[in-house]
């Protein structure tokens, strides 16, 4: 992104509210899959 100033530009406008939505739903994933709930996996793991 560095490398390319338009490119940097629109990756850095149109990044971050996608991170911030892809962020949140990944949270709600990592506390399912920190809970262990429906896999073999120990809840702590």
């Given at each position: ?5 338009p490119c ?6 149109r990044g ?6 892809t962020g ?22």
């Amino acid at each position: 992104a560095d490398g390319c100033g338009p490119c940097g530009g629109a990756a850095e406008e149109r990044g971050v509210p996608a991170a911030r939505e892809t962020g949140e739903a990944r949270t709600d994933l990592v506390t399912v899959r920190r809970r262990g709930a429906g896999t073999d996996v120990a809840p702590n793991a």
